[in-house]
T-cell receptor, first 112, second 112 residues
Framework: DQQVKQNSPSLSVQEGRISILNCDYTNSMFDYFLWYKKYPAEGPTFLISISSIKDKNEDGRFTVFLNKSAKHLSLHIVPSQPGDSAVYFCAASALNTDKLIFGTGTRLQVFP | NAGVTQTPKFQVLKTGQSMTLQCAQDMNHNSMYWYRQDPGMGLRLIYYSASEGTTDKGEVPNGYNVSRLNKREFSLRLESAAPSQTSVYFC???????????FGPGTRLTVL
């Protein structure tokens, strides 16, 4: 059973507009969430994270929102740039473990 | 700093052959991880090591063994490769819980 789900395999957004990537989870024991970005033929790189005690975390153009009651998080990228085109993975970890459970990824394409 | 390095970058094996994937990190991290990435499946944890001398199974450990040789190095061994093990393998390291994981560039393995 997939504990972390990214239901949109792909997303296409025009440059300058907002990109919204979504992630749902099922395990109520998850208390820390992260977003990773992956370019082809490279390893994933960390983008932004959020603890379950917060509902928002912002870093420059990137903001992550957490809705614990809905078990949902989202990543907003504003404004979107062509260099943001990549696969985005959300990940979660549960109490007392440093293991991460990853979603299946969303491929974002930002076009001019 | 090189970060997380993996060797080899590419490998082709025949069914039944064995091989070891090497991983090293120079960030003095306690925790190290091995993942595999398959299309539509995201990143799945194979094994991890929370500290030197300890290893634990992840989501998909069958067919693999690991060795935490020292704090820097964490190797993944396939004793008898199977076509189902065709995948991209990523090694990662972190300082531990609630700390981002740093990923290597990956090893693309094909088992014929």
């Amino acid at each position: 059973d997939q504990q972390v789900k990214q239901n949109s395999p792909s997303l296409s957004v025009q440059e300058g507009r907002i990109s919204i990537l979504n992630c749902d989870y099922t395990n109520s024991m998850f208390d820390y969430f992260l977003w990773y970005k992956k370019y082809p033929a490279e390893g994933p790189t960390f983008l932004i994270s959020i603890s379950s005690i917060k509902d928002k975390n912002e870093d420059g153009r990137f903001t992550v929102f957490l809705n614990k009651s809905a078990k949902h998080l989202s990543l907003h990228i504003v404004p979107s740039q062509p260099g943001d085109s990549a696969v985005y993975f959300c990940a979660a970890s549960a109490l007392n473990t440093d293991k991460l459970i990853f979603g299946t990824g969303t491929r974002l394409q930002v076009f001019p | 700093n090189a970060g997380v390095t993996q060797t080899p970058k590419f490998q082709v094996l025949k069914t039944g052959q064995s091989m070891t994937l090497q991983c090293a990190q120079d960030m003095n991290h306690n925790s190290m991880y091995w993942y595999r990435q398959d299309p539509g499946m995201g990143l799945r944890l194979i094994y991890y090591s929370a500290s030197e001398g300890t290893t634990d199974k992840g989501e998909v450990p069958n067919g693999y063994n690991v060795s935490r040789l020292n704090k820097r190095e964490f190797s993944l061994r396939l004793e008898s490769a199977a076509p189902s093990q065709t995948s991209v393998y990523f090694c990662a390291s972190s300082e531990g819980r609630h700390n981002e994981q740093f990923f290597g560039p990956g090893t693309r393995l094909t088992v014929l």
